[in-house]
């Protein structure tokens, strides 16, 4: 049975092969060719976009505005509008609303910097969650996709059921890109029920 660590380096030489700058493209590839989340036209958010290969994959599935935000700076990416910042401030999303009024897709693989402490870990990702969809239903227009990461354990099933009411349908997806033994997983939600209508 292969490694699981050499899978996850293989997966590494793949991305730097094909001039993606994380291996984390395949996981959106994969979510997008399971899910259809992004289509041409729409405009995305992407949430935690350091170092951009989501960014990357994102301006070939769309015509439309992509933005990226994160903590640290995101080298260039064609096609694609920076941001610098937390987006769970108020003053960074003033910035992302300047940008990007109204959203057909929000993504969030925000990640906080893990500690060790599986169960402090999981709920802080849970929180960063939490803090995505918020931001999500101001933005999102009636129909669009919210696509978060998350982690299983104690607050996920809440963090799942709040999504749920907010979209009519919502999926745990596991990319196989998803390194062994993590307990990381992304809530892939459809067509949103608020929201303003699509312009
Ligand atoms: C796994 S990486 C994202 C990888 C990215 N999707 C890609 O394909 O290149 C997680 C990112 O989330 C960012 N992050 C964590 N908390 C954040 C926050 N509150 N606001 C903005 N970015 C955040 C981190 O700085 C980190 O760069």
Redesign the pocket.
Known sequence: MPNPRWAGDRLHRRAAQEGY??R??YK?REIQERHRVVREGDAVL??????????QVLTTLTRGPVVG????PVAPVEGATLLV????ERV?QDRIREILPAASVVLS????KLSGHRDYDQARAVA?GE?ALALAMTLLTRGGNFVV?TFQGDLFEEFLAEVRRHFRSVRVFRPSATRKGSRECYIVARHFLGGREPC
């Open positions: 700058r994380s984390a493209a959106l992407d949430l935690g976009a350091a170092p951009g290969s989501w960014l935000v994160d903590l640290q910042g937390d987006f769970s960074t693989d925000a990640a906080p960063l803090e990461k």
